[in-house]
């Protein structure tokens, strides 16, 4: 069936009775001290976005005490330790804790909406992932209550944060704890790439999808490829930390500047990765507001992507003034520049909509909003392309221009979409729509405080105000810019609290919503409940509710797809990537607390692990594996339930294996993921060598181990990955149990582990330490990261092997073997890729 | 089901064709550069190694995404792409086109850089 074919009938109605009951028994939300194990994607992403907006609080409390601080010169309000701990857990809470979660958030909350999904594809993930991060970061953020916070900017460059210069656990924290959060993002970005391109309704092809989706999608993307490199970043800072292993250390051949590049590949992509969903969210109001379909959909697609792939060329733009060649410079420089034309047709798109707007735009709230994003958004992009401009960044470079210059893209480009979003979607998940007339007053009092404290900070960095200080004499003149900005972000505080005031007054959480005020053509309009529409539409168009007559009475009245749950339990459509064609009926989980258990546990690993609480910190991981088992136990049902009639005749199968399967899709994300790390470790690896080739071997450290040696790993390794696809091979026929497939799998993993422990032992034997050298440090850290994957590989081999011998993996149901074979194979192609390089750059330079 | 063959990988790599040149391009030029002024290698056989390497990349880049440009379909065969048929299709090659039309731009704002600035000096 392809989406031009005739959409009806799809379902006769009225529809049988007690149909609806089953549907909203089957999706019915715990409540009470059960609340916690809920796994609905409304309930969960309500809660993280309120999470991520008490972090956007405490953290704007954070911002308060510092403009207190400067409100005049020679000041001690705080004091410099303080001041220090209060900027550096205000940008990381802001970064971390806030801006990505709260996009996440959304994802979770309105993707599943805005595609007619009954939820995502892995609710428990996303659940983990939420817990995870309200546990990581609350914990995080109390460090600022009990002088344990970090305090070496957020961005924790070396040295200054290597023990020598920061000694105690407050770096720890930050490392650790973002280290941990991190992970909970992509866990969430892999939710998000699956349930875009996989759970979209039937006909509602990559030409058809709604901008938020494109924009989620590259979001989660640039999360994928950009996360990891931060994530190295902090395991070698805190192994540097806790080992001594000297990366970071320039006397022993490691560079400080490794960390600006991880970092700040990481860093700069972050800024777009905050972006460009908000960008989707005003391609999706602008429209509405102005009932017209949006002008120049392809471009703003164009421009969403190709923002997200230029970003990553741009992370030098932050290290100017390291002594990078000027040519260098130029490359990113032009790579600064090229990413303004996207930036910049997305803006001409939102104007041109509501020029060409069939309704005039009326002065709403979220109409009020976008504008004062447009207006300070634009300023903080013409601010960027201006220290884009090398000479230019030399003389303002870490100055409060530059402060000012990121506060107008990110509270433009970020918080006043954001604010938009609350007061035009609210209707979607209360009762209530928010008031008018307080959220102008929110938005005025925002706009006019945002402006007062931000934009004199212009011209105090142009004279001279450096970035992060604790205070400055009242000689040098920047006492009255100083005022004005403190006085600008208490009325911008003041337009928070009123907002705060408004959800308090007419904020009720209901899951039919009110309706569709604004009058929008997208899915997430239609009338729903706690399963989310009663149907699955089929679509054809961009706006199906402006298109397509009726839709929303044949939905609600259960004419579309999946009008029932066939298969007894919570279920959705599975589509293709491509036109979303009708695939399969994918079986999902329902509330548990598995998954909370293991974010507890996971947490606590993290967590103990900071503290040096080692044994107690190794329980923790153990029990937070255990509950991961439990959890996915509970999974890969089988084909048990058969094929299920979806309503136009179309009849699907409840289950699936093989790389079309959703589980596989999953598995290849986080196999990116893993690759990402590792080309980051790559490059460290080379970064390292250039700077401190007299650190190399063979001519100043021991030469690797001879070339049988990593032969014998490489067998163990590619054997290793035999004895799992034989395993594959002999799975048993369902019903009945084989020996020879779990000892192939056990077998296999346990190929591996020798793999790695021969491969390690060899440098041992050299006489090669960690701690001698940078070389020495990265040799070992290449054992470290295969040691990472296989230890993945052995506990999934375990899990297989116990589902086997229960019966519950077998040739036909066998996902979970499958998903085990695709990591084993990759973590063989990594390790392989780590003796080539360990092994055989030293040879080349000998 | 669909019975067309074709992987989503080469989708991704189809659309992004234009991209991906651009990033191998700034990785060749900027990891080849930063590398021969660290080491000094400024010269092979008295010829200037690092303006004709940087030239000889960019070149390379622009002709490569010219092609793209111009043979989407050849693109999308070499890579085994699943663009869907009819209007999807069109819709996805159009989308390809503009991002490796962007691309080109990003390539040749790097390549001008080549002709302007010193090649190894450090500006401050």
Redesign the interface.
């Known amino acids: 069936m392809s989406s031009n074919d005739p959409i009806m009938p799809i379902n006769p109605t009225p529809r049988p009775e007690g149909e609806q009951e089953e549907l909203l028994r089957i999706w019915a939300t715990p409540t009470g001290w059960r609340l916690p194990s809920a796994v609905n994607n409304t309930v969960i992403g309500l809660f993280y976005l309120g999470i991520a907006v008490l972090f956007f609080i405490l953290a704007g409390i954070l911002a308060l005490i510092m403009r207190t601080q400067l409100v005049h010169g020679d000041n001690d309000f705080v004091s410099q330790e303080l001041y220090n701990q209060l900027f550096t857990t205000h940008g990381t809470t802001m970064m971390f804790l806030f801006a990505v979660p709260a996009m996440e958030a959304l994802g979770v909350l309105l993707l599943p909406q805005m595609l007619a999904a009954r939820d995502l594809p892995f609710p428990r993930l996303s659940a983990f992932a939420i817990w995870a991060y309200v546990i990581g970061g609350l914990v995080f953020f109390s460090t600022i209550l009990y002088d344990l916070a970090p305090s070496g900017g957020w961005f924790m460059y070396p040295p200054l944060t290597l023990t020598a210069f920061s000694p105690g656990d407050n770096a720890d924290f930050w490392l650790l704890g973002i280290g941990f959060i991190e992970i909970s993002a992509i866990a969430g970005a892999v939710e998000i790439v699956v349930g875009v391109l996989r759970t979209r309704p039937p006909g509602m092809s990559l030409s058809k999808m709604p901008i938020f989706a494109w924009s989620m999608l590259v979001f989660a993307a640039m999360i994928i490829f950009a996360f990891p490199a931060v994530i190295l970043a902090t395991m070698l800072l805190e192994i540097e930390r806790a080992f001594g292993w000297p990366f970071f250390t320039a006397a022993t051949g490691g560079d400080p500047l490794l960390w600006q590049h991880l970092f700040w590949f990481f860093g700069h992509p972050e800024v777009y990765i905050i972006f460009l969903p908000a960008a989707g969210l005003v391609s999706m109001m602008v429209p509405a507001l102005v009932q017209t379909p949006l002008v120049g959909y392809r471009l703003i697609v164009l421009a969403l992507i190709a923002t997200g792939f230029f970003s990553f060329g741009l992370w030098v733009h932050h290290m100017f003034t390291t002594g990078i060649p000027g040519l260098s410079l130029a490359f990113f420089s032009a790579a600064s520049m090229t990413v303004a034309i996207p930036s910049g047709i997305q803006v001409f798109s939102w104007i041109a909509t509501i020029a060409a707007g069939r309704r005039r735009l009326r002065l709403t709230t979220p109409s009020l909003f976008i504008l004062g994003f447009l207006f300070i958004f634009v300023l903080g992009g013409l601010t960027g392309v201006m220290v884009a401009v090398v000479p230019f960044d030399f003389q303002a470079h870490d100055t409060y221009f530059v402060v000012a210059h990121f506060h107008y893209v990110l509270v433009g480009g970020m918080v006043f979409p954001l604010f938009a979003t609350f007061y035009f979607w609210a209707p979607m998940v209360s009762s209530r729509q928010l008031s008018e007339r307080l959220g102008k007053w929110a938005f005025w009092l925002m706009f006019s405080g945002f402006n007062i404290a931000f934009f004199p900070m212009h011209i105090t960095g142009l004279a001279g105000m450096p970035r992060r200080v604790w205070t400055y004499p009242s000689s040098l003149g920047w006492d009255l810019l100083n005022s004005i900005s403190t006085a600008g972000a208490f009325i911008l505080a003041a337009g928070v609290l009123v907002f705060l005031i408004d959800l308090a007054l007419n904020f009720r959480v209901s899951n039919a919503g009110a309706g569709n005020p604004w009058e929008g053509g997208t899915l997430e309009w239609l009338p729903g409940d706690v399963y989310s529409t009663r149907s699955i539409p089929h679509v054809t168009t961009r706006d199906p509710l402006w298109d397509q007559p009726n839709l929303s009475e044949e939905v609600e009245a259960g004419a579309h797809y999946l009008p029932g749950a066939p298969t007894g339990g919570r279920e959705t459509i599975v589509t293709s990537a491509v036109d979303a064609t009708p695939q399969y009926v994918m079986q999902m989980p329902g509330a548990g607390w598995s998954q909370v258990l293991a974010a507890v546990f996971t947490a606590a690993f993290f967590l103990l692990l900071t503290i040096k609480l080692v044994i107690p910190a190794i329980i923790g991981g153990v029990l937070a594996i255990v509950f991961c088992m439990v959890w996915v136990w509970q999974l890969d049902p089988g084909p048990r339930k058969g094929m299920v009639d979806i309503g136009a005749g179309i009849k699907l199968p409840t289950y699936f294996t093989g790389m079309q399967s959703h589980g596989a899709w999953a598995m290849v994300v986080l196999m990116l993921v893993s690759a990402s790390l590792y080309l980051a470790y790559v490059f460290s690896y080379l970064f390292l060598w250039t700077v401190s080739p007299d650190v190399w071997a063979p001519a100043n450290a021991p030469a690797p181990p001879p070339l049988w040696w990593p032969a014998v790993s490489a067998l163990l390794f590619v054997g290793g990955a035999a004895s799992i696809r034989l395993a594959g091979r002999l799975l048993p026929e369902p019903g009945r149990r084989t020996f020879a497939a779990p000892l192939l799998t056990l077998a296999g993993a346990a190929a591996l582990a020798a793999a790695v422990a021969w491969e390690l032992w060899g440098h041992y034997q050299t006489g090669l330490r960690p701690t001698d050298s940078a070389y020495g440090a990265m040799v070992y850290m290449a054992g470290v990261l295969a040691g990472q994957i296989v230890l993945a590989n052995m506990l999934m081999a375990l899990f297989t092997t116990v589902r086997m011998a229960a019966g519950r993996t077998d040739r036909e149901r066998r996902n979970s073997f499958d998903h085990t074979a695709q990591l084993v194979y990759y973590g063989v192609c990594q390790s392989l890729v780590g003796l080539v390089l360990i092994h055989g750059f030293p040879r080349l330079l000998g | 089901?669909?019975g067309r063959t074709g992987s989503?990988?080469g989708?991704f790599l189809f659309?992004?064709f234009g991209?991906l040149v651009?990033?191998g391009h700034?990785l060749a030029?900027?990891g080849s550069?930063?590398?021969l002024?660290?080491?000094g290698a400024l010269q092979l056989f008295g010829l200037p190694i690092v303006p004709i390497l940087l030239l000889v990349a960019t070149i390379g880049a622009l002709a490569l995404l010219a092609a793209g440009l111009c043979w989407p379909r050849r693109v999308q065969a070499l890579l085994r792409a699943?663009?869907?048929?009819?209007?999807?299709r069109g819709?996805?090659t159009?989308?390809m086109r503009?991002?490796t039309g962007?691309s080109l731009?990003?390539v040749a704002?790097?390549g001008?850089?080549?002709m302007?600035?010193?090649?190894?000096?450090?500006?401050?």
């Open positions: 089901m669909s989503m990988i989708t659309v992004l991209p651009w990033a700034l030029i900027y550069h930063a590398s002024c660290e080491f699943d663009v869907g048929e009819g209007e999807e819709w996805l159009r989308l503009l991002l962007l731009v990003g704002y790097a001008v850089a080549i302007l600035v010193p090649i190894c000096l450090p500006l401050r």
